[in-house]
């Protein structure tokens, strides 16, 4: 069985980013299995996160409307509201392991989302807090992670 996936904006960021062709392809490698699958998760504050990080600080970046398409086709992910829990979680998670408040935030949204993996770059690949696995999708491939679970 396959694990739902909690997405960072950084992977989402990069299969727009025509300037890093390596990581576009591997973040679209990776969206698509989530696509297939249907296991991808992500949480509001990801969206706004992804919105003006590609309109606003990519370059080239994306005309709005493209943005907007790409925003409104990952609502079937069902993005989790950044609600008390989340922050109450948010702020265990920083008192217990010291992370920055946004990323606090991501890995209490993916809790809360019953993910088992955190798909980021920006904490330790192989890192398991309170049940899920942080993955960097740049070191290791959809299949890989799921030929290893299986």
Known sequence: MTANC?????????????????????ATSW????????T???????????YIAVTQRLKPG???????????ALFAWRPLSVDRPVVEGAWA????????????LVVAAAQRADCGYLLTEDLQHGQEI??????????KTHEELFAADG
């Open 6 to 26: 909690f997405v960072d904006t950084n992977l989402l960021v990069y299969f727009r980013d025509v300037s890093e062709p390596l990581k576009q392809k591997r």
């Open 31 to 38: 969206l698509t299995q989530l696509w297939r699958t249907r």
């Open 40 to 50: 991808g998760r992500i949480s509001f504050q990801i969206l706004n996160e992804y």
């Open 62 to 72: 994306l005309d709005v409307n493209t943005a907007r398409v790409d925003v409104r």
């Open 93 to 104: 998670i920083q008192d217990r392991y010291g992370f920055s408040w946004w990323d606090s």
């Open 130 to 139: 309170d049940g899920i696995t942080i993955v960097n999708p740049f070191e």
